[in-house]
């Protein structure tokens, strides 16, 4: 039984980009009270900088943080947040792990490279990855909260009202998340980012398609409907030969691909396709489609047209924020005017506190995390074979 709590402490790891918008959302929640302890990063510098930036206190190690928090927020590179989460698990408090969950990332071994690595031994050390958080979150009297804002973006949670008001068959997804690159020097190189575009981008889109198909089994049959199988194709344009390099589109990746496309079966037999790339430039292109029995819905997370400001002169629009990774401010741009909600950060981190304060399990949880990771490395092992398609293990 647990108790209701009014107060909680949450403890942020890493002073990165993510960090930024964690400590942001805590900042709104309502219905109880947020004592942010304090962050830790292993580079004091960085630590003390964003510290002292946001009025927090600096902790000099995670041991003492994790010991003075509730509830922890893993904000850090993906080849970090096994061993963090379940060290935050194995004493009993909830932890917020940001996509994605976890994965393969070589192991240490010398000369390792995202280009050459036998697939088959990435999905199973990942998919020992995931078994590791889940074993430890049951032996847990905390949980785990997968940091999957499109589950939480408006359109997503309009559209689970609908699937369940109506008891919709979703027949097709299709989706994808975009943009012309990553600013993280960890992003590029696969013993940090376990991956590229597949693993950084595509899981977002997937994430919001698993979630839909388990919302429409627990509407219909009281228990989820879970992907079965995955067909996939990776590029890597930016370190083709062939790529004619103009300057716009972000070209410093290691080992890791720049596109990606998935086509997911589901064991209804109804499928979901999800693209993620480096490539595009206009903002970031967040999308998904919904096609049902019995309607049709268009999720727009990015661009949208909530506000469209036209601006004849650039610099004019110099110091204020317009919409995430835009190469211009100059003619027509689509506005985000409050981009943390409409991309369900303020939405997750919400959930996730009413969850930790009430002893609930969050809408993104560890079983969208673990599927969602299944599906990623399964896609790997079918990219490699040219597009076979591959059955997703279950985790
Ligand atoms: N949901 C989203 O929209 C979104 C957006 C950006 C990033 N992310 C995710 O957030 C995570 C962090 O990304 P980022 O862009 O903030 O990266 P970043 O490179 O900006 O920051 C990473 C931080 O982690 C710290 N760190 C590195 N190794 C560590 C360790 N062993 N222990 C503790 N701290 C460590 C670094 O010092 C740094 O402060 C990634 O998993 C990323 O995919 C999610």
Redesign the pocket.
Known sequence: MHNTRNILRAGI???????RFHVEALRKVYGLEVVITGV????EQ?CRKFAKESGLECFSS?PSLINESDVVHV????S?HEE?GVEVLRQGKYVVI???FTGYFGAGADHFSGDTFNRRTGLEAAIRSVQNLLKAEAASEGQICY?E?WVYAPGIQKEREIIEKTGAQILWMHGEEAHSGSH???YGRWSFSGGGSIM?KAVHPLGAALYLKQIEGFASQGRPIRPVSVSARTHAVTRSPQFRNLGFIKSAYTDIEDFGSMHIVFEDGMFADIFASELVLGGVHNWIEITANNHRTRVNINPNDSMQSYNPKGTQYKDIYTVEKIETKEGWSNISPDEDWF?GYQSEIQDFYHCAATGGQPQSNSLLAADTIATVYTAYCSAVAGGKEEKIPVC
Do not use: H, M, R, W
């Open positions: 790891v890493g002073t990165g980009f993510a960090a830790y990063s292993p580079t960085n995670l904000c850090t590179p993906p970090t963090i940001e996509k994605p940091a804002n993280s020097p960890f950084g991309t």
